[in-house]
């Protein structure tokens, strides 16, 4: 093995598999991470991290949904001369993984097929852990390093957003961890804005007097229809740029339907999208043009007396989209890292969201994604490729070292 390899060859991955498997049994899905978030710093002190390196930040009195703890910051000092490295995971996993009981069945993983796993993002946060532990085993020369793992990723990359940018140190290079293949670099991902549309029309009989009511269903259904039409629903490719639409919810009170009564003619209806693209001003015009479509919506449907209903539209940005140059610092390294162990980079662009799109987009550290063996994420069927967890964990070393 050429010298590039040496350091990487020094995993220890019958360790690094059993850790995996503690963690993808401790619970916690996203904004309940205390437990996964303890258990992690009790191993970063039996291998021997400091107390005084491991600290949470106050991520979660910013974040605006219930969070039990702040983002976990590790800080390892250099061995070595150089620009100081983030690598970068998330605790949390989605409801679904929920009483996760991992097994493992020859080189996979897999959960009882009653829930999903939690490889999203257990990898991770096993996959930094083996990192630190190598560096210090072995007492391998690595420039500073800072060790990131954020809260409420799945519920909107929470904890990535409200990071404060100083506690990174000054890091100028980042690798985020939160993929399938080791050799796959993700150096892009999309940007995407949020839009909810609050619909206010008028209730009446059904039956007697249905011309006396405005519909909040009917215009919230002659916008889809409009939006549709004018090219923004769904795939959406424009002159000026491209991007993706949907919308998830259409109801009405939080957790109830929209109308409650076919007698009734419907007074209130609530829709919930998303527009994501490459260019952040791409997605606003997405936004931009369900606007106008509850706008046309709303003077399509009348009572008898010419009222229209109330049409409140609402949209903010959900995060920035992010593309790091090809032969940039932060790809090249990775590149290097990647053929350092015989295998060949491939440089994706991501139509999701991740925390590199924080990461980079507002704190400043370029971020490359790569993968550590997630496999049907989000599903029962949700499974952890040992191979390639492995192949994960020493690229983390190769690209600590080199």
């Not at 437990?35 to 107390?51: C, F, H, N, R």
């Not at 404060?164 to 991902?189: C, H, K, P, T």
């Not at 959406?236 to 009170?253: A, E, L, Y």
Request: glycine share 12%.
């Amino acid at each position: 093995m050429s010298q590039p390899n040496a350091p990487a060859s020094l995993l220890d991955a019958e360790a690094a598999t059993n850790r995996l498997m503690r963690y993808l049994a401790i619970e916690g899905v996203t904004g309940h991470e205390k437990a996964i978030g303890e258990a992690i710093v009790e191993d970063l002190k039996a291998i021997g991290v400091p107390a005084s390196a491991i600290r949470f930040d106050t991520a979660h009195e910013r974040i605006p949904l219930p969070t039990e703890t702040g983002n976990l910051i590790v800080d390892l000092p250099g061995t070595k001369p150089g620009k100081r490295m983030l690598f970068s995971t998330h605790l949390d996993t989605v409801p679904l993984c929920a009483g996760a009981k991992p097994r493992r069945e020859g080189d996979r993983i897999v959960s009882d097929g009653t829930t999903a796993l939690g490889g999203d993002n257990r990898t991770g946060c096993a996959l930094l852990v083996n990192l630190a532990e190598t560096l210090l085993r072995h007492k391998l020369p690595h420039p500073p390093i800072t060790l990131l793992f954020t809260v409420r990723e799945e519920s909107g990359l929470h904890g990535a957003r409200e990071l404060v940018a100083a506690d990174l140190l000054g890091a100028e290079m980042g690798f985020n961890v939160d993929g399938r293949l080791a050799n796959e670099l993700i150096i892009g991902a999309v940007g995407q804005e949020n839009w909810r549309a609050e619909i206010r029309g008028r209730a009446s009989h059904a039956g007697v007097a249905p011309e006396k009511g405005i519909s909040a269903t009917l215009v919230g259904a002659i916008a889809l229809a409009e939006a549709h039409k004018a090219g923004w629903f769904g795939k959406v490719v424009k002159n000026d740029g491209h991007g993706t639409s949907n919308v998830g919810i259409f109801g009405g009170k939080p957790g109830q339907p929209a109308g409650d009564a076919t007698n009734v003619v419907t007074d209130l209806a609530v829709l919930v999208g998303e527009a994501r693209s490459p260019e952040a001003a791409f997605a606003a015009a997405i936004t931009e043009g369900f606007r106008t479509a509850f706008e046309t919506a709303q003077q399509a449907v009348k009572a008898s007396d010419g009222a229209t209903a109330e049409v409140t539209f609402t949209h903010t940005p959900s995060y920035p989209p992010f593309n790091l140059a090809k032969d940039g610092p932060v790809v090249s390294h990775a590149k290097r890292a990647v053929e350092s162990l015989g295998m060949e980079p491939v440089l994706v662009f991501s139509n999701g969201g991740l925390d590199a799109n924080w990461i980079a987009g507002k704190h400043g550290v370029p971020s490359v994604t790569i993968g550590a063996g997630q496999y049907e994420i989000h599903t029962i069927k949700e499974y952890v490729d040992l191979p390639e967890y492995e192949r994960g964990c020493r690229l983390a070393v190769a690209l600590a070292t080199l």
